[in-house]
């Protein structure tokens, strides 16, 4: 089977990457030339087009920022659906449920099908492929994207319409972007109070507090000071304001929700939209005065 990949960036790279070297040969696409060229050197075929790509490739993965981008890849005038070659289009990225929707309708007017298949892990398990995969599609086509998809990760059967692995996966970073706004506030108030950071990591992950921010967010890029955990604080926005829109249309209220998705738009006009999604913490140490950092040096 060949296989192709549009949207090289934190995730698509590392993505791609895997699936190279689990023998696959793979034909890529990113308006970055840079994003292909590091594909290119690892033995990847380089395309013009997401179209061109669709041309040479039967399964084509896309891992790309926003929905206004997944749809113009998809569907635009060089998109997937006017390729040659490919039957089934798979969703990486984080687009919402409405969007999955569109693709999935506009690719079966040409006889491909839209794989519903957002991920959750980060760079660290892009890289390690142990990513928990969120695929929503039909059984019969399931059962020919999961060997592929198990190179990414540990690929979990959400549902059969798309659109299902999307809502999956926004409910997942509603939980994730509260743990770590929640966490910063936690440990601000903790450093302004004179504890010291790594102390409070310690106790928080042996008692009940802990969370994805404790445990790896705040020891793995916030105490070092490095920010650097490879997730904008543009895109964790773009997450839930998807994720409040749909709330919106299924009448669900989410008043823990307005109040997070506050805070994260306030840390994006703060810090900026393509910072890392880490220095939320930046703004609430700014105003109270103190910084939660590691007094250990590296490897104590
Ligand atoms: P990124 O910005 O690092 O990468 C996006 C890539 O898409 C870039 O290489 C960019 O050049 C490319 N691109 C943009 N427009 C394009 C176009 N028209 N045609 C082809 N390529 C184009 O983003 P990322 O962090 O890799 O995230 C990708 C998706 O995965 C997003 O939807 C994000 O929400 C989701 N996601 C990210 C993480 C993470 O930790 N970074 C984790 C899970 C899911």
């Known amino acids: 089977m060949r296989l192709g990949f549009v949207g090289l960036g934190n995730m698509g790279a590392p993505m791609a990457g895997r699936l190279l070297d689990s023998g696959h040969d793979l034909v890529v696409f ?142 997942n970073n509603y939980l994730s972007a509260t743990a770590l706004a929640v966490t910063a506030e936690a440990f601000v108030f903790g450093a302004k109070a004179g504890l010291d950071a790594d102390t409070m990591v310690e106790v928080v992950n042996a008692g009940s507090g802990r969370n994805s921010a404790t445990q790896d967010k705040f020891p793995r890029a916030i105490l070092p000071g490095t920010f650097d955990f490879g997730f904008a604080i543009g895109l964790m926005y773009k997450d839930l304001a998807l994720f409040a829109e749909q709330a919106d249309t299924l009448g669900v209220p989410l008043f823990t929700g307005s109040a997070v998705r506050q805070l994260w738009q306030f840390a994006r006009d703060q810090m900026g939209a393509d910072a890392d999604f880490t220095t939320i913490v930046r703004p609430l140490e700014q105003w109270s005065g103190v910084e939660v950092r590691s007094l250990r040096r590296a490897g104590e």
């Open 30 to 171: 990113d308006v970055n030339a840079d994003a292909m060229r590091a594909l290119a050197d690892l033995g990847a075929a380089t395309a013009r087009s997401p179209r061109e790509v669709a041309d040479t490739a039967d399964t084509v993965f896309m891992s790309l920022p926003t929905p206004a981008v997944v749809l113009e890849v998809a569907l635009g005038e060089d998109g997937l659906v006017h390729g040659t070659q490919v039957r089934h289009v798979v969703d990486l990225s984080t687009t919402g449920s409405p969007t999955s929707a569109r693709v999935a309708e506009a690719l079966a007017t040409q006889d491909v099908c839209l794989v519903d298949s957002p991920v959750s892990g980060g760079v660290t398990g892009a890289a390690k492929g142990t990513l928990a995969v969120m695929t929503a599609c039909p059984d019969s086509q399931f059962a020919l994207v999961e060997p592929i998809l198990a190179q990414l990760g540990r690929v979990f059967h959400v549902g059969a319409t798309p659109g299902l692995g999307q809502a999956m996966k926004l409910l």
